[in-house]
Nanobody, 115 residues
Framework: QVQLVESGGGLVQPGGSLRLSCTTS????????MGWYRQAPGGQRELVAT???????NYSDSVKGRFNVSRNKAMNTVNLQMSSLKPEDTAVYYC?????????WGQGTQVTVSS
């Protein structure tokens, strides 16, 4: 059974940094796309960042220049380095991987930016 396990969320002050990680297990196939989405209270799930193919990245305008998405060489872990965090970054963050055409989601990890 394919599983995505996230780690790294928490409480941070405005201007601080956090690093999220997500590792997949249970599939012999590498993801063709990996990334992060988030959902704020009362809001819809929205794209944060993705990494596909040879390492092509895409970011939402709201995080561009502050967040960096990366993956390991084994192609089973995706990371999100978040810097200069703002209160509006507060949300549940979900990792996403597309494996053999099927979209898989992590369980979500809470990120709270507050003083």
């Amino acid at each position: 059974q394919v599983q995505l396990v996230e780690s790294g969320g928490g409480l941070v002050q405005p201007g601080g940094s956090l690093r999220l990680s997500c590792t997949t297990s249970g599939s012999p196939y590498s993801p063709t796309a990996m990334g992060w989405y988030r959902q704020a209270p009362g809001g819809q799930r929205e794209l944060v960042a993705t990494i596909v193919g040879g390492g092509i990245t895409n970011y939402s305008d709201s995080v561009k220049g502050r967040f960096n998405v990366s993956r390991n060489k084994a192609m089973n872990t995706v990371n999100l380095q978040m810097s200069s965090l703002k209160p509006e970054d507060t949300a549940v963050y979900y990792c996403m991987m597309i494996i053999r055409g099927a979209t898989r989601w992590g369980q979500g990890t809470q990120v709270t930016v507050s003083s």
